[in-house]
């Protein structure tokens, strides 16, 4: 799938029935939402996650699953809806490599009241177990750190994170 057409055609929505795991890859975030919002691409993705299929992303995907996607050239006015997965958080991926060249207070135009901004470090994941209820309690895996980004501080999540889930 290169474009948004690509994106409602059955064939390739078709194809998505029967996974076991559906992984959104890296590239541009801001094109990748754009571009599976509101398709038949998409609506296969979301049947075949709510039937039990494991949902991923990296980089990009990551951003995407989120409720919004953050411009980093212009965080008070860039961005687009996410997909809304997760729909009450902004993902900063490779955030160990960001923040040696964009300080936190860089990143403080992001934080809003209704988003939590979540920063994972390169070789970690922030994975949830499935429930049957609307909010999932998020931890952190691998070999660095998930952090959260406030107005005035950042912390690394050392405890499960409770996150509302569109399941």
């Given amino acids: 799938m290169r474009k948004r057409p690509d ?8 194809a998505v029935k029967g996974a076991g795991l559906i992984y959104l890859s890296g590239g541009n975030p801001s094109f990748l939402a754009r571009t599976l919002a509101g398709t ?14 494991s949902l991923a992303g990296c980089s990009a995907g990551a951003m995407a699953l989120g409720g ?5 050239r212009h965080p008070r006015s860039g961005g687009v809806d996410g997909l809304g997965v997760v729909p009450d958080i902004r993902v900063l991926p490779h955030f160990d490599r960001y923040t040696k060249w964009m300080p936190d207070f860089a ?6 009241d209704d988003a939590k901004i979540i920063g994972i470090d390169e070789d970690t994941a922030f994975v949830a177990e499935p429930f049957d209820t609307p909010v999932w309690s998020f931890r952190a895996m691998g070999r660095q750190s998930v952090w959260r980004v406030e ?17």
């Fill in 68 to 72: 919004y996607v953050p411009d980093f």
């Fill in 40 to 53: 038949k691409v998409w609506a296969a993705i979301e049947r075949e996650w709510r039937a039990g299929a």
């Fill in 151 to 167: 107005s005035d501080r950042r912390y690394r999540v050392n405890s499960p994170m409770d996150l509302r889930v569109n399941c």
């Fill in 7 to 14: 994106a409602d055609d059955p064939a390739l929505a078709d």
């Fill in 107 to 112: 990143m403080r135009p992001l934080v809003t």
